[in-house]
């Protein structure tokens, strides 16, 4: 006769096992039991006139009529540079003479226009006054014909 091949540590560890699968089971079915069910007034949350969300819904008196073409679904154009207006004034506030590029920051609008080194008349550096005309390039608006300010 051959000797069990069931040996006293296999035994303990499938006990172990068995045991951790029932007590699992048993937590399990007390979750299942104590578990509280929401309803579907308690999941739906509202957003109140300031934004906030509240479990409470909006006060109807406080409705405001809001007009579907009021809505504006684009963004509104940024005012274009006015191409009219010839020779404006600004300050290099970057200008790489490696790569032949940089920035012109306009002094009536403030707003930053590119400048190639094609584009320039006189030699630039940074925070140099300059004159320029700005047309529009492939990618916004671009500074030509840039010269110093005197």
Do not use: C, W
């Amino acid at each position: 006769m051959g000797r069990s091949q069931e040996t006293f540590h296999k035994k303990e560890v499938r006990n172990k096992k068995e045991k951790k699968r029932k007590e699992k089971e048993a937590k399990k079915l007390a979750r299942r039991e104590h578990e509280k069910k929401g309803s579907l007034d308690d999941m739906i949350a509202y957003v109140d006139e300031n934004g906030m969300i509240t479990d409470t819904p909006p006060d109807p008196t406080k409705k405001k009529k809001v007009k579907a073409e009021d809505i504006q679904i684009s963004i509104p154009k940024s005012e274009a540079i006015d191409i009219t207006d010839s020779v404006r004034k600004g300050t290099v506030t970057f200008f790489n003479d490696s790569k032949g590029f940089g920035f012109i920051k306009d002094s009536e609008t403030q707003e930053s226009v590119f400048v190639h080194i094609n584009n320039v008349v006189d030699e630039i550096k940074e925070n140099n006054i300059v004159s320029f005309e700005v047309e529009m390039g492939p990618k916004g608006p671009m500074a030509v014909q840039v010269k110093l300010h005197k």
